[in-house]
């Protein structure tokens, strides 16, 4: 991956479509290039997390593990968006995929097993750990979309199966690090039936 941007502006896309790695050009809202975005979305999303557990270091040392297992997610999110761009490269394989399935089994050891439906808030890195789950399960169905035009490896969807996964217990071991209490759901009342 010797290639490096010298200019960010080229003009080549003024008219819609963009250049992948191997030389083809393709609409900008072709499937590929919109399971680039939200990979893309998704890593924005999960570096602003990063930043913010970053900020709460201090009142929760315990957080640093998170962070450090979190931010090595990011490296490899990079890594898949890579294999998109450049079909032929591959990054991921299924070592990364076992770390997070043993990280997700570590996590949900210490948090216990959820009894009811939980819902983004708490705090700032809760919320956030929660949207980038969601955005992780966006980029899942953008890869999914391309998979049904363009065979994908299993590995790539498989990872961001497991991403949305660690992501949703990382909310959970964020809120009990930070000894917050998770926001549960409470079912609206049933309707009077006068």
């Not at 050009?25 to 999960?46: F, P, Q, S």
């Not at 761009?85 to 997700?104: C, T």
């Amino acid at each position: 991956m010797g290639y490096r941007l010298s200019k960010i502006y080229t003009r080549t896309g003024d008219n819609g479509d963009t250049g992948l790695a191997d030389g083809r050009r393709v609409a900008k809202n072709h499937a590929r290039i919109e399971a680039i975005g939200e990979v893309d979305t998704l890593n924005c999303h999960l570096g602003l997390l990063l930043a913010e557990l970053s900020t709460t270091h201090s009142t929760h040392p315990a957080l640093t593990g998170v962070s450090a297992d979190l931010s090595l997610c990011q490296h490899r999110l990079f890594d898949l968006g890579g294999e998109l761009a450049m079909p032929e490269y591959q990054a991921l394989d299924s070592h990364e995929i076992q770390r997070i399935e043993q990280l997700i089994d570590h996590w949900n050891s210490e948090v216990g097993p959820l009894t009811d439906f939980i819902l983004p808030g708490g705090s700032i890195a809760i919320a956030q750990a929660h949207l980038c789950r969601s955005a992780a399960r966006s980029a899942e169905r953008r890869a999914i979309t391309l998979h049904q035009l363009e065979p994908l490896r299993s590995e790539l969807l498989i990872y961001l199966n497991r991403l949305s996964d660690l992501l949703f217990v990382a909310a959970r071991v964020i809120a009990k690090r930070q000894t917050i209490s998770e926001v549960l759901w409470q079912a609206a009342p049933a309707p009077n039936k006068s």
